[in-house]
């Protein structure tokens, strides 16, 4: 990766950080790694705290987002995700990140995360990015088409997408406002749930038969993440 490149993620991660006030709580000390056994630990914002004494500098690095993901998938897209669970040094600070590959008209599909905001930036090719509004904004639907170089923000909990309408590979990086944005890919919680929702309530919440709904939910829903 050109050295331009990792000055703007680095840049992401910047302009992320100006949500973290409406997401995540204010870290209560210098940081808090996270560790799974809470022997010796510390309960803070979700994750046991490592001890102070313990932290080392590999508890604050990640390596791999060099490396492009696959997407060899129904989707055509990868979004390789590091959060509080990959790089444990991010507990408490209210922040992430992630690279998402796209194979030629490959999609990242609608979804929302339901604790954070999303900048996103193309480094490669060109994606026709969207999100749509709540109720009380009519749901109206607000898109773009990004090239190399633009940039573009997700308000927190809207739906939304980003399809790589080109003929060659794209790549984007997005900044999260929090250590553990969550991601719900829509159609995969509507129609492949488990246990699946009653038919009988997809029915009369889409106005579709039956049948279309049984179809719908005995599909494959691939998990890009």
Known sequence: MELHQLLVIVAILGMSSSFVT????????????????????????????????????????????????????????KVTLVTVDQLAGLNTLGISIARIDFAPYGLNPPHTHPRASEILLVLEGTLYVGFVASNQNNNTLFTKVLNKGDVFVFPEG?????????????????????????VITIANAVFGSKPPISIDVLTKAFQVDKDVIQYLQSQFWYDNN
């Open 22 to 77: 409406a997401s995540d709580p204010s870290p209560l000390q210098d940081f808090c790694v996270a560790v799974n056994n809470p022997v010796d630990g510390l309960f803070v914002n979700g994750k046991f705290c490592k001890n102070p004494n313990m932290v080392n500098a590999d508890d604050f690095f990640f390596y791999g987002l060099q490396n492009p993901g696959s997407t060899s998938n129904p989707l055509g897209s």
């Open 158 to 182: 809207m739906i939304h997408f980003q399809l790589n309408v080109g003929k060659t590979d794209a790549i984007a990086f997005v900044g999260l406002s929090s250590q553990n944005p969550g």
